[in-house]
């Protein structure tokens, strides 16, 4: 198995915002990237766990950490992105547990050369779909392909 790079070298959140703790798979067409549920994060409900709304965002930065390893691939930089919006955003539960190992998976759909992107998307606790979205994403900068 290969070593994946540190997170900070493909995303460009930091501190409480960096919600994903690692890469776990990456190829040419989706990544899996595992969070952790913080029980003491700034999104964390009073009992600890994280509100189902907040996977948007744990899928967004999967997506980010595959644009941030497609770009190192090619020896650049990660550049900004943005999340333009979803469809379908459907969640079985209304929140994932404290302390819950979640894994994010993100399949490119379409990408252009302007940065915009679309991915399927699904977190996962175990072998179980808890969330799946369609996302769109815009990325900034040169050198995409």
């Given at each position: ?27 040419p067409w989706h990544v899996v990237v595992a969070a ?80 915009l992107g679309a991915f399927d998307c699904e977190l ?22």
């Amino acid at each position: 198995m290969t070593s994946m790079p540190p997170l900070e070298e493909l995303i460009l959140h930091r501190g409480p915002m960096r919600l994903i703790d690692e890469v776990l798979e990456h190829d040419p067409w989706h990544v899996v990237v595992a969070a952790v549920v913080n029980p003491s994060a700034w999104y964390a409900e009073p009992e600890g766990a994280m509100p189902a709304w907040v996977g948007i965002e744990l899928m967004a930065q999967a997506i980010g950490a595959y644009s941030g390893l497609e770009a190192r691939a090619r020896g650049e930089a990660p550049q900004v992105g943005y999340l333009l919006g979803t469809r379908r955003y459907h969640s079985k539960v209304a929140r994932f547990p404290p302390g819950a190992r979640l894994l994010v998976s993100a399949h490119c759909a379409f990408r252009d050369e302007s940065g915009l992107g679309a991915f399927d998307c699904e977190l996962a606790l175990g072998e179980e779909v808890l969330a799946s979205a369609s996302v769109k994403v815009f990325e900034t900068g040169a050198g995409r392909h």
